[in-house]
């Protein structure tokens, strides 16, 4: 195996062998934003998507970000959004002030962010800022037929 197929392996483990990652979340609650409810715990949510085998979608955000408001105004009231990420995604939501760690681990530098990992942490997609309901309907809906295609097949 080349290096370049390591590197999601390692920070697979890095994340769930790592206590400090966590930091304000030290537990395994889930937050409530509109109608769908996020792990915020990403070592369970890690947990939950291998035992599962479903990818995982990780919300970047913060209380004080007005686009991020907007986008679950919008995203997360909308039922086909909320149906397929609740029955295809593990979801997680991270405050990036509150947990600053995983943040600079995935690179993330604004708000909001929305980052699709498969259950062995290799990223499929980023969608980096602010998105409309359709492009994100369309980038959910591409990635649970991928995955679920990718499941059946083993």
């Known amino acids: 195996m080349t290096l370049k197929r390591w590197i999601p392996v390692l ?13 304000v979340y030290p537990d ?3 937050l409530e934003l509109k109608d769908l409810k996020f792990f915020t715990n990403l070592t369970k949510a890690f947990e939950v998507s291998n035992t599962t085998g479903e990818p995982l979608f990780l919300y970047f955000r913060s209380d ?15 039922s086909s959004i909320v149906e397929i990420l609740s029955n295809n ?13 995983i943040t600079k681990l995935y690179g993330v530098r604004g708000t909001p962010h929305e980052l699709f990992l498969y259950a062995n942490g290799s990223e499929i997609k980023r969608l980096p800022g602010y998105v409309d309901n359709q492009t994100f309907l369309n980038t959910i809906t591409e990635i649970a037929n991928l995955t679920r295609g990718l499941k059946n097949e083993t």
Do not use: H, P, R
Not at 89 to 101: A, E, L, M, P, W
């Open 11 to 23: 920070l697979l483990l890095a994340v769930l062998f790592s206590g400090c990652i966590e930091d």
């Open 28 to 30: 395994y609650g889930k």
């Open 64 to 78: 004080t970000c007005g686009w991020c408001k907007k986008f679950e105004e919008e995203s997360y009231t909308n």
């Open 89 to 101: 995604f593990t979801v997680v939501s991270i405050d990036v002030y509150k947990q600053k760690n």
